[in-house]
């Protein structure tokens, strides 16, 4: 019975529940019993009681992951960090809040980069998690632990963050389906922020039709985040299998030099399955696309330097240091944040002190401006934009933990789409050296369905069936 039930996609098993075939609570318990037992590091709690759920709900009663970034009422949320370990928040977040609402039932909190600041699941205070198609791999990061638990088929489903492309990038690395919506999409009030312009809260799931059925409970303003915008239509769950009429830029700015020869293999072989399906394919320029990285590595730590200020020992989680109150706040601070974190507060409060602001934050923010134009400008001409979604497949743990530059060129694809603000979707669509590759779809502000319809058609073209054993 637990076989099959873990056979089953998210919206197939809440369909078997909402015509009797399949119990909630069955379904809860095989994959609490997976999560508990699990060996990769992907969840830092998870849920002992078979929580109750609407018998009406549309989502009926279906175990969601939820990342540790999110705050979920008296549950251990501690953004895996050590500086907040403990901490149990008096509210949930909206986008859980919305899940639950909906009949979905939290599964377990899943493992993460610290404060989301990683590339790797490797910069997680409390260890690492690692990839089901080979443990001696990363499964990307910040949302590793989301993404490793939905492909090692320990969670139906599972939501993440995305900042600079850690929703996309895990999902690609773990061979699964991962989207970032448009910035104000999803509410971002219970998320403990990174950087507060360009976190975007979407979903982790095993194929597109579970995407856009998670995504489309997810969504909607928030009186509770001045940011939030919602969506101006409802997402519609895919039905695309032709992409006639559909115009689809590759910009050589983002699929040439430093994408792994495997990797452009898979990509090239899609493309032209875009045009085998009805799509036209055309180059498009997007010139300031190559420093995307050096503008994301200024605005994401000053944000973070203001956003962390906060973990002082006062407010949240253990504390050191108590001869006086200068002790209390740098003990703290030495003993709860990682490497990464600490690195990236340094560079922010740097990027914004007095005399570098303007030379550092602000040329940043100026070249941001000019990323959003060239889209604007590319989308006038076409429809969506392919890219892989990761220069390369997983690479080994530790192989790049020394090297931090390396590191954050992980992202250099997935970078420039959240700069601007614009929503994107990763899916597998091959394989290279054993490990699966994924393949983004970018389009403008609010074009989720646009998107969700594209990778659905190409999803069925494909046929990717790859899969890391299960136990």
């Known amino acids: ?7 089953l996609s998210a919206a197939q098993a809440a369909a078997q529940i909402r015509g009797g075939e399949l119990a909630a609570e069955e379904l809860f318990r095989v994959y609490r019993d997976r999560a508990a037992a699990e060996e990769l590091g992907a969840f830092l709690w998870v849920a002992e009681e078979v929580p109750d759920a609407p018998a ?4 009926q009663g ?17 953004a ?13 977040a909206t986008a859980v809040e919305r899940l639950l609402l909906a009949g979905a039932t939290v599964l377990g909190k899943t493992n993460m980069d610290e404060f989301a600041m990683g590339s ?86 095993r ?52 994408v792994d020869p495997g990797v452009k293999v898979v990509f090239d072989a899609t493309v032209e399955r875009i045009e085998q399906l009805g799509g036209s394919v055309e180059p498009v320029a997007l010139p300031h696309a190559g420093h995307a990285i050096a503008a994301y590595y200024v605005i994401a730590p000053a944000e973070a330097s203001a956003n962390l200020a906060r973990y002082d020992g006062v407010r949240f989680g253990p504390r050191a240091g108590h ?60 429809d969506l934009i392919v890219t892989p979604t990761s220069p390369t497949v997983a690479f080994g743990l530790g192989e790049r933990t ?40 970018a389009g403008p502000a609010f074009s989720e369905n646009r998107i969700l319809e594209a990778a659905h058609a190409i999803e069925r073209a494909v046929g990717f069936d790859g899969a890391p054993p299960r136990g």
Request: net charge negative; with cysteine.
């Open 323 to 382: 001869t006086d109150l200068l002790s209390l706040y740098e003990e703290t601070r030495e003993e709860g944040f990682g490497t990464e974190v600490k690195r990236r507060i340094m560079l922010g409060t740097y990027a914004l002190s007095s005399g570098y602001y303007e030379a550092y934050y602000g040329r940043a923010q100026r070249v941001r401006t000019k990323i959003a134009d060239d889209f604007r400008a590319a989308f006038e001409r076409v």
């Open 62 to 78: 279906v175990p969601v992951a939820v990342k540790d970034l999110f705050c979920v009422g008296d549950v251990p949320s501690a």
């Open 120 to 205: 790797s699941n490797e910069n997680s205070g409390f260890g690492p998690v690692r990839n089901p198609w080979d443990e001696t791999k990363v499964p990307g990061g910040s949302s590793g632990g989301s993404a490793a638990a939905v492909a090692a088929g320990l969670a139906p489903w599972a939501i993440g963050t995305d900042t600079g492309g850690s929703i996309r990038q895990p999902a690609s690395l773990c061979g699964i389906v991962g989207m970032k919506p448009t910035y104000g999409a999803v509410s971002r009030y219970g998320m403990i922020a990174f950087a507060s312009s360009l976190d975007q809260a979407g979903p982790l799931t």
């Open 56 to 59: 009406d709900g549309p989502l």
């Open 402 to 441: 020394e090297d931090p530059l390396a590191m954050y060129l992980s992202d250099a694809l997935t970078v420039p789409m959240p700069l601007a603000g614009l929503p994107a979707i990763s899916i597998p669509t091959g394989m290279s050296d054993g490990l699966p590759v994924g393949f983004q779809i």
């Open 1 to 7: 019975m637990s076989q099959a039930v873990l056979e």
């Open 207 to 258: 194929d597109v039709t579970d995407c856009a059925l998670l995504l489309s409970h997810m969504v909607g303003a928030d009186p509770c985040d001045c940011t939030s915008t919602g969506l101006p239509e409802d997402i519609r769950l895919p039905v695309a299998e032709r992409l006639d009429g559909l115009r689809f830029g590759v910009p050589p700015e983002l699929t040439g030099a430093g």
């Open 80 to 92: 895996g960090s050590r500086i907040l370990e403990g901490y149990r928040p008096p509210y949930t």
